[in-house]
């Protein structure tokens, strides 16, 4: 009989009987443990079973549990001399954790504080200074100071946007849309070359602001867009108070479906709803009397819009245009009889009245109508010509915004308190180091 091979089997019988022992009993103390197995041999339940020569029916092994070590052994530590590192930290790792519980300890501190004071009675200077922060506009100048001249527009234009630009329909196949009044695009284009035009709407700007991308995408015609926040509330009312706009008075015009929502009437057109109608032609209408104010440039337009309050504006103002050219007619033939009296004129050798009337010259208002319809056509043109630029340029934009959003709470949190990106936060492009 080989002497290894019965000393191997006595080992793995003492293991064994040992573990199934303990798995039985399981005493309070842990038995002693078993003789070690020499750590460079292959594990036991690894080793291909051997019998023995002498024996003739041994004990299958695999029928035992096959276990690499013996329950209640502890695993064997040394100690190596290091200090754990608990109490290795720097004193600046120290301070800072320090500086960390003082500054959570104040946050507490900060909020039990807020609470208390936001839930106390508030007296008559309290309720006061609480109506001002909710019913003035957020800003004490809601237009930045005008730019110098000639790039300044001499006139502002406010424009409202519900039942005036658009409307909201609903239908049961579609359910809420906003249409588009006809000859908006052609009221914003023509008349940005006059004015100074700023949408000015009761809306908030979440929802104003995706209409008025469709209306202005490429941002040529609109200014500057004020939203909710910057009107005054009265009674629950938002109002638009122009003494906030920064601008000269006397050269502002604010056209607008609800009078409710005026401060001013005296620099108000106040027009007649838009129901939606497809073929609406009010908004169009205005444009002559518009664009003659800013054609003759008068120094207060206040009076002139008083003369027009509670009249239909299209009707009365194409009546005023008639008789001045009528006018300018008659002044145009008296001068005309002077050089007739010679005898020979060309009106008289050609008696057909269409000749005459297209030798008249035209107006001061036509001459510069006729030049701001061609400034306006090669603009539209200009447009048409790089829209696919514009197209690049408003999505290269986008991009670059969504890039610098922030993708997660914490991350739009930081941002807010001006602190750095997050190790989460996907990393800039780094320069190769040098090898």
């Known amino acids: 009989?080989?002497?290894?091979?019965?000393?191997?089997?006595?080992?793995?019988?003492?293991?064994?009987?040992?573990?199934?022992?303990?798995?039985?009993?399981?005493?309070?103390?842990?038995?002693?443990?078993?003789?070690?197995?020499?750590r460079k041999e292959t594990p036991l339940a690894s080793q291909p079973s051997v019998k023995p020569q002498t024996q003739p029916n041994p004990t299958p092994i695999s029928s035992l549990p096959s276990l690499d070590f013996a329950p209640g052994e502890e695993p064997h530590q040394e100690r190596t001399g290091a200090k754990s590192s608990k109490d290795s930290l720097s004193s600046i790792e120290r301070r800072r954790r320090s500086l960390g519980r003082l500054s959570l300890a104040a946050i507490l501190?900060?909020?039990?504080?807020?609470?208390?004071?936001?839930?106390?009675?508030?007296?008559?200077?309290?309720?006061?200074?609480?109506?001002?922060?909710?019913?003035?506009?957020?800003?004490?100048?809601?237009?930045?100071?005008?730019?110098?001249?000639?790039?300044?527009?001499?006139?502002?234009?406010?424009?409202?946007?519900?039942?005036?630009?658009v409307t909201s329909t609903w239908d049961r196949q579609h359910g809420w849309r906003t249409a588009k009044r006809p000859g908006v695009d052609y009221f914003l284009g023509y008349l940005s070359q006059f004015y100074e035009v700023v949408v000015f709407t009761t809306q908030y700007h979440y929802t104003a602001i995706?209409?008025?991308?469709?209306?202005?995408?490429?941002?040529?015609?609109?200014?500057?867009?004020?939203?909710?926040?910057?009107?005054?509330?009265?009674?629950?009312?938002?109002v638009k108070d122009l003494t906030y706009l920064n601008r000269d008075l006397s050269k502002v015009v604010l056209l607008d479906a609800h009078a409710e929502h005026v401060a001013q009437p005296e620099n108000s057109i106040i027009v007649p709803k838009w129901s939606g109608n497809p073929g609406d032609k009010g908004l169009v209408a205005l444009i002559p009397f518009l664009e003659s104010i800013a054609i003759y440039k008068p120094p207060d337009v206040r009076p002139i819009l008083e003369a027009y309050h509670d009249k239909d504006i299209p009707l009365e103002y194409a009546k005023k245009e008639a008789e001045?050219?009528?006018k300018h007619i008659e002044e145009w033939e008296h001068s005309r009889k002077g050089l007739s009296k010679g005898g020979f004129t060309l009106s008289g050798l050609f008696s057909g009245s269409a000749l005459h009337q297209s030798s008249i010259p035209p107006t001061y208002l036509e001459q510069k109508r006729q030049e701001a319809q061609l400034q306006y056509r090669e603009e539209q043109a200009y447009?048409?010509?790089?829209?696919?630029?514009?197209?690049?340029?408003?999505?290269?934009?986008?991009?670059?915004?969504?890039?610098?959003?922030?993708?997660?709470?914490?991350?739009?949190?930081?941002?807010?308190?001006?602190?750095?990106?997050?190790?989460?936060?996907?990393?800039?492009?780094?320069?190769?180091s040098d090898p």
């Open 1 to 38: 009989m080989n002497p290894a091979l019965l000393a191997r089997s006595a080992v793995r019988r003492t293991v064994l009987s040992q573990s199934a022992r303990s798995f039985a009993s399981r005493p309070p103390t842990s038995p002693p443990p078993p003789p070690k197995v020499p």
């Open 109 to 165: 501190l900060g909020a039990v504080f807020e609470a208390y004071y936001m839930g106390r009675e508030l007296d008559e200077d309290d309720l006061k200074e609480f109506r001002m922060t909710f019913t003035e506009p957020i800003w004490p100048e809601l237009l930045p100071p005008p730019l110098p001249a000639p790039h300044q527009k001499p006139y502002t234009l406010l424009v409202s946007v519900d039942d005036l630009l």
């Open 210 to 238: 995706p209409v008025l991308e469709k209306l202005d995408p490429y941002q040529f015609f609109i200014t500057y867009k004020l939203f909710r926040d910057a009107t005054r509330s009265v009674n629950g009312q938002p």
């Open 324 to 326: 001045a050219k009528q």
């Open 383 to 432: 447009i048409a010509a790089n829209k696919e630029n514009f197209e690049r340029m408003i999505k290269e934009e986008q991009e670059a915004m969504a890039r610098q959003m922030p993708s997660t709470f914490w991350g739009a949190a930081g941002a807010f308190l001006g602190q750095p990106p997050s190790a989460n936060a996907p990393e800039q492009a780094k320069p190769a």
